[in-house]
């Protein structure tokens, strides 16, 4: 099973490693993650970047793995889970990619880019540095009617910096984001806060929201002991 983003440079790559994989007999099955809702409108889904969902996506799909799945058991609940994923990033500073050498993209110290992409992608458009209250209710209202989520349904929140945000910066969004959720009557039945989906040099926040069934639950909540995910 290979479970990866939706950009065309891992795309090309994982298509040539399939390629030689089934040259010498052994079958693979994919899942695209493409769970940032900025980056396509909704009805170009398939065309929409990986970001954070990845981090939900391994879970569930490591999980189901290591439950005696079968492939196809593996690859039905990656793709559940993030066929149930959507996300959004906030950046306060540009990317560095170590070959390029400079940012990708320029923002002026009380600018920040809404919908950044991971790899050094810029957003879709550049706004005034707002308070945290403010920055989570935006990401909010593009993440919560992409799906949609509503009323009564439980949801996993992943709040993840993009490698230089202050771990209580991220908590300050979450207490509104989680004030969201209760007022629209969506219960958060497992949120994660940290580092998990990082890019070099960048600041800023990545909001990942996945809507929950049984299943998911039970796979979310397995056992996992991976180098930067340790659950008990």
């Known amino acids: 099973a290979c479970l990866y983003g939706n950009y065309a440079g891992d795309v090309m790559n994982v298509d040539m490693a399939v ?11 994919q899942v695209i993650a493409n769970d940032d809702v900025p980056s396509a409108p909704k009805g170009s889904e398939d065309k929409r970047r990986g970001v ?10 490591g999980a189901m793995a290591e439950m005696g799945g079968s492939l196809d058991e593996v690859i039905g609940a ?11 990033g906030v950046g306060l ?20 880019e809404v919908g950044i992409g991971h790899h050094g992608e810029p957003g879709i458009k550049k706004v005034d540095i707002k308070p945290a209250d403010e920055v989570a209710t935006m990401m909010m209202d593009v ?19 993009l490698g230089s945000t202050p771990l209580l910066e991220m908590y300050i969004i979450y207490r509104k984001i989680d004030r969201v959720l209760k007022d629209k009557k969506i219960h ?4 994660y806060i940290g580092n998990y989906f990082t890019s070099l040099e960048m600041a800023g926040v990545t909001l ?24 008990l």
Not at 93 to 105: E, H, L, T
Request: aromatic share 6%; glycine share 8%.
């Open 143 to 161: 993440v919560l009617p992409d799906l949609p989520f509503g009323s009564g349904d439980e949801v996993c929140v992943l709040m993840s910096g």
């Open 52 to 61: 954070a969902g990845e981090i939900l996506m391994w879970k569930i799909g």
């Open 78 to 88: 990656a793709q559940k889970a993030i066929d149930n994923t959507r996300s959004i």
């Open 19 to 29: 390629e030689m994989a089934e040259g010498d007999g052994i079958t693979v099955k």
């Open 93 to 112: 500073s540009p990317c560095i990619i170590p070959a390029v050498g400079k940012p990708n993209f320029s923002l002026d110290e009380n600018e920040m």
């Open 208 to 231: 990942t929201i996945m809507k929950l069934d049984n299943h998911l639950k039970k796979l979310l909540d397995a056992p996992a002991n991976a180098v930067h995910f340790k659950q």
């Open 188 to 191: 958060a039945y497992k949120t």
